[in-house]
């Protein structure tokens, strides 16, 4: 990372928030002007800067150069287990996380309605080649497809308020 980095709260014409980094004004400038910025989860590259304080990272902290405030070399970091998946920690918000992975799948994959169970079958013993599908299941479906281990993943559906 560059010693000196700004921090922006940034926002799309739909009003969705999320963070850019850049090492100065000029540079978001010139990302902006030329179309570089898209919002994480519409996509939108209509994006302003919103008026808050800047946040500016500065270079590397004692800890980050190998020393404690106490002088002492910092603890190893545990490394993730095999097949646990990631993990995160932090002020993650889910909604827009939830919004962005809804809004790729809609963008990236066919919707097949309530022939998702049938065709996932089939894609998956080899009766049809395999796409990028999103639909619906019942209960007893995905019940079914996980006993089968065929591969899926259900996403909760947002509260309207949430929508836009």
């Not at 010693?3 to 000029?26: A, K, R, T």
């Not at 902006?32 to 946040?55: E, M, N």
């Not at 990272?57 to 404690?68: E, F, I, K, L, N």
Request: hydrophobic share 35%.
């Amino acid at each position: 990372m560059h010693p000196d980095m700004v921090i922006y709260d940034l926002s799309c014409q739909w009003g969705h928030q999320f963070e850019g980094w850049f090492p100065n004004l000029e540079a978001f400038e010139f990302q902006k002007a030329g179309g570089h910025l898209t919002c994480q989860v519409c996509g939108d590259s209509r994006i302003d800067k919103l008026p808050s304080a800047a946040h500016v990272v500065r270079s590397a902290t004692p800890v980050q150069r190998g020393v404690t405030p106490r002088g002492e070399p910092p603890k190893p970091v545990e490394k993730t287990p095999e097949g646990t998946g990631l993990l995160a920690a932090g002020p993650i918000d889910q909604v827009t996380i939830m919004k962005a992975l809804r809004h790729y799948v809609k963008s990236h994959f066919e919707n097949v309605n309530k022939n998702f169970a049938t065709l996932a079958r089939e894609m998956h013993t080899g009766e049809i080649p395999p796409r990028n599908i999103y639909g619906e299941v019942t209960r007893e479906e995905a019940a079914r497809l996980a006993e089968e281990e065929i591969p899926h993943l259900i996403l909760p559906d947002l509260p309207p308020e949430f929508e836009n």
